[in-house]
Structure formats: structure tokens, C-alpha cells
């Protein structure tokens, strides 16, 4: 599950001066990522007392910071079942549920009941709820992915404990991830609260490096990068920052990429992501059989089971031309990974993995899809809906092909622009769908009257329709055609154009002729063949006069039989 983890209760903690302030590094370290540091500590304490709610709910954040879910909830257990019936537990035992997809009702009732026990009962705060309980729920509920919780709820109690305690930045905090939780049209809303989180705590690198995120996930490298760096000069120890920009830069710039995923190792856990993001580097720089050789190196130790060990293996295997080894392991990490944990670059590539494999092909526009959903950015999404597409048109589906392209357009706005035009109508003629071709070619021409694409889809497409040429059908569209090309004088294509015109004009000479037995339409045709290809000699023009001159005599012949000559 993707981890949140906020600082929390600067002011709240109840217990020893030392021990709070025990209790404030190791929130610190969660909220930092450095989730051992903080397991350590808060085993500590709760080795220390085990009956201390605070100590309790904490241990088990840290549990579940490490993915220990089994562990948290025995702790959480473990405590109602000593009688510490207390509402830092059953917000513990109510974030578990949203984590393993419980009942939800059944969390917020656990909620709503910490929050019945600690509403003041006298004194100037008789009838308030307490805001420390309130942001904790509101941290439950930012916990995992958006399917995970009720953001609205979470938002709503967050709202009461901010008008409660003006100083508490962390309630912005969670504020603005529960907000994200809700969709990526909501990130202004998330940045004012992250900005207000600042406002409270002008040192708080957490909120700097939230915004950063967003304005990542939107390509605003001049804002990321301003908020990264504000980060990282209101603490230099903060990691995140330095891991988002390593991000970055990785197929960018390795020396900035070198440059920050050297400051991350230096001030984030030693474990297995900092062996697997140096592992990550060397990949980037280009030394795969390096990249590979630490792979392994953390395969004979503690990180053997470490769930990015397949993918680490994935990207080399690719480089390195081990298509086989590459496949078996991107689909061995799909299978061992959270959801949550998979970001869209792991889909893009598993999508470039399998589209080697003819057959794969479900699968890959199954990653892609997952790849679309997780992805905040409309750029993004574009690219991987047009990928679905390419993928489709190898694999001759033109139906889906065609499906994936108007996914492509919707996340444009709606507004097709040329390349898509000509994208989904070369589809829809490839596929021999030929009517949506020309409707396709209709509005491209209407669009983009100056182009010659249009006219020669909408053209071709009703010659395929009519493929005897008695229907009519291409008569239409060669006349539309017709008129651009004889309008483009540009130096460049008058031969061309001419050449095309002249083709043209003999499928409506057949026609006329032939199907509809209108000679003098006919005539009229090889008279615009002779203006257009007038020097006698040549083959065109020998054709048209020969023709003209056997059209004529037989219009003649039937004129006089007419008449009874």
C-alpha cells in the first residue's frame, strides 16, 4: 500500500517530556519515509509500556509503515484484549480496516466513537470534539489508494479540527492528501492546503515537497523543482525531495541524477529501497550488467523477498536483450505488488516488454489501462491511450484500435487535431469499416479543407464501398476531390495533381457512360481531359481524342437513329 505519513500532535502528547520528545523524532521519521528509524523507536516505547495508547497506536503506524499489517493489528488486538480501551486504538483498528479493504462503515464507526470519547465535557471546550482525534482520522483515511477510505468524510472532520487548533500544520497536511484522494482536479485544492500547512509552519518541508509533487505530476519543472529545493533549504535531511528529483532527472540528466540519489542515501534509511534505487542509478547511467550484478548481490541477502527486486531484474533483462527473463520477471512483479505501489513507469514498462510477445496483447492494453488510471498527468494519458492504440493497429484490431484513439481525443478535450483526424481515419479504412471512414473524412476536410488526406480517404473509401462502380457512391467525393487539386497550383505537386485529376476523370467517364449511358457527360469529361492535357502526342491526350471522337460519332449515330435517319 502507498504510504502517507504526516507529522502529527506536536503539542498533544501527554506523557514525559522525554518520552514526548521521543515520540516527535519518531513521527518525524515516518514522516520522513525513514519508516525503520521510526519502527525502532516506537518499539522502544512500547516495549517500555505496553498499556500507553499513544505508544500502541504508534507502534502500529510504524508496523503498517513497513507493510506489517499483520503486526499492526495483533498489536491493536493485543491492547482491547488488556483492557486498553482507549480512542487512539480503535482509530488504529479503524485505519486497518480502510487498509485491508474492510467494511468502511464499520471504520467510521470506530471513529465516530474516538471521537464521543474524547469530546470535552466541561470547561471552554465543553461539547468540542478533539482535534488531534479528528486529524487522525483524517490521516486514516489519507492512508492508502483513492479507493481506500472516504476522503469527503476525512475532509470534513480535517475542516473541524483546523477551525479548532489554528497552529497544527499537519491537519493541512492531511487535508490536501485526502483532497488528491479525490482526483487530480482537485490538486488546486490540495496545493491551498498544503500552502496554509506552510502559513502554520514556515519550516515545514513536507507540505513544500507535496506541492512539488503536484506540480510534478503536471510537468511544471520550474515550480517542482522551486518547491523541491524550498524543501530541502528548510531541512537539507529531508530525503523525499532528493528521491522526487532523482526521479526526474534519471533519463534526463544522470549527473543530476547521480547528484540526488547520492544526498537521498545519505539522509534516508539504509535498507533495501536505497540498495534499490542505487541499483536504479546504475541502470539509468547505462551499466546494466552492474545494475544487475546488485540485483543479485540483494537476492543473497535481506532483501531477497523485496518487491522491487523483480522489476529491477525486468529493466535489465530488457536492456540486455533477455526478452524472456524480462517477461517472467515484470509479470512476477505485478503479482507480488500492491496496486497502490505500482506507479504508471512500471505499466509503461511492462507495456514495452510484453508488446514483443504476438498474443499479449490483452494484457498489455490492461496494463495501459492501469497506467491511465493511476496517472495524474493528461499528458500522460494521451501517450498511453495513443500506445494502446499502435499496440492495437499491430495486432490488425481496428475496432479498438479506433476506441483507443477517441480515448486519446477525449483526453484532449474533445478538440481532434490533424494528426488524429488522419490517425482514425487510415484505422477505420484499414479495418474496412469504410462508411466511418468517410464520415471520418468529412469533418477532417471540414477541419482541414487546405490538406489532401481527407479528400484521398473519403475517395478511396467509396471506391471500396462501390466496387463495381454502378452505385454512384465515389462519384460525390472525386468531384470534392477534384476541386482541391485543381485549386493546388503549388509548383511542386501540378504534375501530380494533374496526373490524379486525370484519373478522376476517367472513373466518372466510365460512369457516365457506361452506367448511366449520358454520352454527352461523358464528352464533356474528355473535353476537361484535353484542357487538361492539351499538346497532342502525348498519351493522355491520345486517349482523350480517341475517346471524344468514338463518344461523338456514337452519340451521333444514336441522335440519327432517333430521328429516323
Not at 481506500?148 to 497536511?173: C, E, F, H, S, V
Not at 490536501?176 to 518541508?205: F, S, T
Request: hydrophobic share 40%.
Amino acid at each position: 500500500m502507498k504510504k502517507v505519513f504526516f507529522l502529527l500532535f506536536a503539542a498533544i502528547v501527554t506523557v514525559s517530556g522525554a518520552t514526548s520528545q521521543t515520540i516527535a523524532e519518531g513521527i518525524k521519521y515516518l514522516n520522513y519515509k525513514k519508516n525503520k528509524s521510526a519502527t525502532d523507536v516506537f518499539k522502544k516505547l512500547y516495549d517500555a509500556n505496553t498499556k500507553d495508547a499513544q505508544n500502541i497506536y504508534w507502534y502500529g503506524q510504524a508496523l503498517l509503515a513497513v507493510d506489517d499489517v499483520k503486526g499492526a493489528k495483533a498489536i491493536y488486538q493485543k491492547a482491547l484484549q488488556e483492557g486498553v480501551n482507549d480512542a487512539w486504538i480503535l482509530i488504529g483498528m479503524g485505519h486497518l480496516e480502510i487498509i485491508e479493504g474492510g467494511d468502511l462503515n464499520a471504520a467510521k464507526q470506530k471513529f465516530e466513537q474516538a471521537i464521543t470519547m474524547t469530546t470535552e465535557t466541561k470547561g471552554k471546550n465543553k461539547n468540542k470534539p478533539n482535534p488531534t482525534i479528528l486529524n487522525a482520522i483524517g490521516r486514516a483515511n489519507a492512508d492508502g489508494g483513492s479507493k481506500q477510505g472516504d476522503p469527503t468524510y476525512a475532509i470534513d472532520k480535517l475542516r473541524q479540527a483546523a477551525a479548532l487548533d489554528l497552529t497544527n500544520a499537519d491537519i493541512m497536511i492531511n487535508m490536501g492528501i485526502n483532497y488528491l484522494k479525490l482526483g487530480g482536479d482537485q490538486g488546486g485544492e490540495a496545493v491551498k492546503a498544503y500552502q496554509e500547512a506552510i502559513n502554520r509552519d514556515p519550516k515545514n518541508a513536507l507540505a513544500m515537497y507535496k506541492i512539488g509533487m503536484i506540480y510534478k505530476s503536471q510537468d511544471n519543472k520550474l515550480l517542482f523543482e522551486q518547491f523541491f529545493n524550498d524543501a530541502n533549504i528548510a531541512d537539507p535531511a529531508f530525503p523525499l525531495s532528493y528521491n522526487a528529483l532523482y526521479d526526474y532527472y534519471a533519463n534526463r540528466d544522470v549527473n543530476k541524477a547521480k547528484e540526488n540519489i547520492e544526498k537521498y542515501i545519505q539522509y534516508a534509511d539504509k535498507d533495501c529501497n536505497t540498495d534499490f534505487l542505487f541499483a536504479d542509478y546504475l541502470f539509468r547511467a547505462g551499466k546494466y550488467q552492474e545494475s544487475l550484478d546488485k540485483a543479485k548481490a540483494m537476492e543473497t541477502g535481506e532483501c531477497k523477498t523485496y518487491y522491487q527486486l523483480p522489476l529491477l531484474y525486468a529493466f535489465n533483462y530488457d536492456r540486455l536483450n533477455d526478452s524472456i527473463q524480462a517477461k517472467n520477471n515484470i509479470e512476477k512483479y505485478f503479482a507480488i505488488t500492491a496496486q497502490d505501489k505500482i506507479t504508471p513507469a512500471n505499466y509503461e514498462i511492462a507495456v514495452k516488454i510484453l508488446s514483443k510477445f504476438p498474443g499479449s496483447e490483452s494484457k498489455t492494453i490492461a496494463y495501459l489501462q492501469k497506467a491511465i488510471d493511476s496517472d495524474t498527468s493528461i499528458a500522460n494519458k494521451i501517450v498511453y491511450a495513443n500506445q494502446a492504440a499502435e499496440l492495437m493497429g499491430k495486432a490488425k484490431m481496428y475496432g479498438e484500435q479506433i476506441k483507443w484513439l477517441q480515448t486519446a481525443v477525449k483526453f484532449k478535450g474533445g478538440t481532434m487535431g490533424e494528426a488524429d483526424y488522419y490517425k482514425m481515419a487510415n484505422t477505420a479504412f484499414n479495418g474496412k469499416d469504410y462508411v466511418a471512414t468517410m464520415e471520418v473524412a468529412k469533418k477532417y476536410i471540414e477541419a482541414f479543407p487546405a490538406k489532401p488526406q481527407p479528400y484521398y480517404f473519403n475517395v478511396r473509401a467509396a471506391k471500396a464501398i462501390d466496387t463495381t462502380a454502378t452505385l454512384g457512391t465515389a462519384i460525390e467525393p472525386i468531384l470534392q476531390q477534384n476541386v482541391y487539386l485543381l485549386g493546388d497550383t503549388s509548383l511542386v505537386n501540378v504534375d501530380k495533381n494533374k496526373k490524379a485529376v486525370f484519373v478522376n476523370y476517367y472513373y466518372l467517364l466510365k460512369y457516365y457512360n457506361d452506367v448511366l449511358k449520358e454520352t454527352q457527360k461523358a464528352i464533356d469529361i474528355t473535353d476537361k481531359m484535353l484542357i487538361l492535357y492539351p499538346t497532342a502526342g502525348g498519351e493522355e491526350n491520345t486517349f482523350a481524342t480517341q475517346t471524344k471522337d468514338a463518344l461523338t460519332k456514337a452519340l451521333s449515330k444514336s441522335a440519327n437513329k432517333s430521328n429516323g435517319k
